[in-house]
């Protein structure tokens, strides 16, 4: 069955710190999605990034960063440089393979980050 | 784009009452997905449309939830009777179920209390 851990409930750092948050997925499918999300204390949920399995490069955007590694079933995601606007629960999803295409999202427990100034 | 718009955004209902909560998807996108967030159990999926046709309803609590979309544009979860352990945030999110370059977008939520 299909599974996402964040073993990190809570993190604090203080600002201009680089803080990076794990994420550990369980699939069978050999074509899966990964997602990012933030939600910050307003609540909606924020899209970030949306990987395929196909795809193992890392991807930079701004401070942001993300390594997709396979092997160990892991995709991670940095902040480089932290701020206090990046304090947010932040939720990495795994999509099921639906007949080739993104299917429901099974998101993990999320991770708090707190940024102080 | 409007995005996936929600309403309404916070409700306070009375236990036993019925309760409806509304989505409208981001033109185009063909599945449309009715998630709960609470802090025990997290984000999790309540039921998903591919098309208007329910895929997998296996996140519906009880017979007490439904949810319908009667076109591509519009959907209801409707909780009848409600009790307070409904009380959570509910999204709801739209996507183009293909290989695009955009994940899930969701709306803003509602805020669901039932006292």
């Known amino acids: 069955a299909q599974k996402v851990t964040q073993a990190q409930t809570e993190i604090s750092v203080v600002e201009k710190e680089d803080v990076t948050l794990d994420c550990v997925y369980e699939?069978?499918?050999?074509?899966?999605?990964l997602f990012w999300y933030k939600q910050p204390p307003s609540g909606e949920l924020v899209f970030l990034i949306r990987r395929n399995s196909f795809d193992e490069q890392n991807e930079i955007s701004g401070r942001y960063s993300w390594n997709f590694q396979k092997s160990t079933s892991s995709f991670n995601f940095t902040i480089t440089a932290s701020q206090v606007v990046d304090s947010a629960v932040y939720f990495c999803a795994l999509s099921e393979n639906y007949g080739g295409s993104q299917g429901n999202l099974i998101f993990g427990k999320g991770t708090k980050l707190s940024v102080k100034p | 784009d409007a995005g996936v718009i929600q309403s309404p955004r916070h409700e306070v209902t009375e236990m036993g009452q019925e309760v409806t909560l509304r989505c409208k998807p981001i033109?185009?996108?063909?599945?449309l997905f009715w998630y709960r967030q609470t802090m025990m159990r997290g984000l999790e999926l309540l039921i998903y449309f591919n098309n208007n046709v329910p895929i997998d309803d296996s996140g519906m609590p009880e017979d007490r939830f439904s949810a319908k979309m009667p076109n591509a544009s519009f959907s209801t979860l409707k909780i009848q009777p409600s009790e307070p352990r409904d009380s959570a945030v509910y999204f709801c999110a739209s996507s183009l179920a293909h290989r695009g370059p955009v994940g899930y977008t969701f709306g803003s939520g509602t805020r669901l209390t039932i006292v």
């Open positions: 033109s185009g996108h063909n599945s």
């Open positions: 699939t069978r499918d050999t074509t899966y999605y």
